[in-house]
């Protein structure tokens, strides 16, 4: 089976903008939405499942626990052409769990079988996932996880990403629970061992695409989420790593000019640059001039109607080079 390796969906980051973005920087690598409530799909007037035709493959993700509303918007999800759809039972924030849905649904083994089978029933041929944690609370023994994981294997799920971590519902914020709960990677392996059957991905604290290859040596897949978002250069050499194909863009400047028609675009039909161009700070991390593009973009695009910031910073970066 050839290498799995994804962008984690990221609450206010991995919108359609940023996963046009991360689409211009590897062909290969899946890209998750945001999560998206089923009540957000259903009742909300925004079209919550839009997204460019260029981003595939891409799966939605969705937040909810009633079954026949899952149903509903995986069927929308599969009418839309979306490539997979993933049920998150990971967020730990409080709205989540008022609606009853993300990491608490861990202690519902039985209601989160319940609503991957409709979702499946729904979606027909397309994939249906789930992205969980290793625990909530005090309930984190590994038999807490396999009564989640045998449940879901029992109406055939298609694959699970792990985020090596439990969840504090009560006592951390959800910022909290990305970092302080301790990563448990031997956990996940222990799950793939165990269940060799699952098409298993691991996610979590996972830094660089050097670590993402030792880790596949373990499980079926990578994900990898603020690592991504905050150096998105570093995608292009997923490509080229894992798949062994070309890289789309050979640089970081030819990156930036290839937004460019696609920021146009955005503009002219009524949408801001920074929508788009704050998704791009992190583009240089690590290279000369990086400071500078993130200083000018940061104090100019916010405010900015047309393009010329990202021209601009990207002059800033070359000059810097080249000083």
């Not at 979702?119 to 944690?133: C, H």
């Not at 504090?168 to 990305?178: D, F």
């Amino acid at each position: 089976m050839p290498a799995y390796f994804s962008v984690a969906p990221m609450i206010d980051w991995t919108d359609r903008h940023c996963r046009y973005f991360h689409r211009q920087l590897s062909r290969h690598a899946i890209l998750y939405t945001e999560m998206i409530t089923t009540g957000a799909i259903i009742h909300g007037k925004n079209d919550f499942l839009a997204y460019n035709e260029s981003e595939h493959p891409v799966v939605l993700q969705l937040g909810g626990s009633n079954p026949a509303d899952l149903a509903t918007c995986s069927r929308q999800a599969v009418a839309r052409g979306y490539d997979e759809i993933n049920l998150n039972l990971g967020c730990p924030s409080d709205r989540v769990q008022n609606g009853r849905f993300g990491a608490c649904l861990m202690a519902e083994p039985a209601l989160v079988a319940d609503c991957v089978k409709a979702m499946q029933d729904a979606a027909g041929n397309v994939p249906v996932s789930i992205k969980t944690r290793l625990g909530i609370d005090e309930q984190d023994s590994y038999e807490f996880l396999m009564r989640l994981l045998e449940a879901v294997d029992g109406v055939g799920i298609e694959r699970v990403t792990l985020h090596a971590r439990k969840a504090w519902l009560n006592g951390l914020s959800p910022k909290e629970n990305r970092d302080i709960p301790p990563l448990d990677y031997n956990r996940v392996y222990q799950v793939k061992r165990d269940m060799p059957q699952l098409q298993l991905h691991i996610n979590g604290g996972i830094q660089d695409l050097d670590s993402a290859q030792q880790h596949l040596q373990h499980v079926d897949g990578v994900m990898l989420g603020r690592a991504v978002y905050q150096n998105p250069w570093m995608l292009s050499n997923v490509d080229p790593l894992l798949f062994n194909a070309p890289a789309p863009q050979q640089t970081a400047e030819a990156a930036v000019l290839s937004m460019v028609p696609y920021i146009e675009r955005h503009i002219a039909a009524g949408g801001r640059f920074w929508h788009v161009a704050r998704h791009m700070l992190g583009l240089f991390q690590s290279c000369p001039g990086a400071r500078q593009w993130r200083r000018h973009l940061s104090e100019n695009g916010p405010r900015a109607d047309d393009i010329t910031p990202l021209y601009k910073a990207l002059e800033k970066v070359v000059d810097h080079q080249t000083a």
